[in-house]
């Protein structure tokens, strides 16, 4: 499976079974984790077989059931902190769709279970992911139009449109889709957060910028 198509078959799941990720896969994802932690300054640690952080079944949003492993999004606060989480986490979900696991992120329907995870000074946990065997594949929430989400002088060319259309396939929270993508002169593009209230839009903004250069190749252009 490529990354283009995990991430073409990858939707959120709130319900899971019992079985537990084999140790092969553990090791794949933790890993990854070390990496992705040296490589951006945050602290993302993966829980396995706790149950209790999401013992309430409903809370403020959404419904889970069976969630005993998660990746806890942790790092230092700030807007810079949060486009990473978004950007590194979804990084993760990705490899864990490959790997046959399903995920879910999540932002307020858990609970912080004393000793399961550490945090150095000044970090905070910025959300959640639920990770393990789905008893779903999940579902494809309705796609909106392409053109609300971008702006671009003259027709975008194949590379951009590609890569918004990865983004479109991006989780956020409570599928707000709060981002736009602007294209400037000499192959450079902005990502802007737009205004939400249901918050963690620069977590959203890292996820769908992850997917936005999946789509468009990181060599065709450059972040501004």
């Not at 706790?50 to 419904?63: D, L, Q, R, T, V």
Request: charged share 25%.
């Amino acid at each position: 499976m490529t990354i283009q198509e995990a991430i073409k078959c990858r939707h959120s799941v709130r319900r899971y079974t019992g079985q537990q990720i084999e140790t092969e896969k553990v090791g794949m994802l933790r890993t990854e984790i070390e990496r992705v932690n040296a490589e951006s300054g945050l602290n993302i640690q993966l829980v396995l077989e706790e149950p209790k952080s999401f013992s309430s079944g409903i809370w403020k949003y959404g419904y889970f059931s069976g969630v005993k492993n998660y990746f806890v999004m942790a790092g230092p606060k700030g807007k810079e902190a949060e486009e990473k989480v978004g950007y590194y986490g979804e990084k993760l979900v990705i490899m864990a769709q490959m790997l046959g696991l399903n995920t879910c992120w999540v932002g307020l329907t858990y609970k912080k279970i004393p000793g399961t995870y550490e945090l150095r000074d000044a970090d905070v946990v910025h959300c959640v992911i639920a990770l393990g065997y789905g008893a779903n594949a999940g579902v494809q929430h309705p796609l909106k139009e392409a053109g609300r989400f971008y702006e671009s002088e003259g027709t975008a060319p194949e590379w951009f449109q590609k890569g918004l259309e990865m983004a479109l396939l991006a989780p956020t929270a409570v599928n707000q889709q709060k981002f736009k993508f602007i294209l400037h002169e000499g192959g450079k593009v902005e990502a802007r957060p737009l205004p939400s209230i249901y918050g963690y839009t620069m977590v959203d903004l890292g996820i769908v910028k992850y997917h936005f250069e999946i789509g468009a190749g990181k060599e065709t252009f450059e972040w501004v």
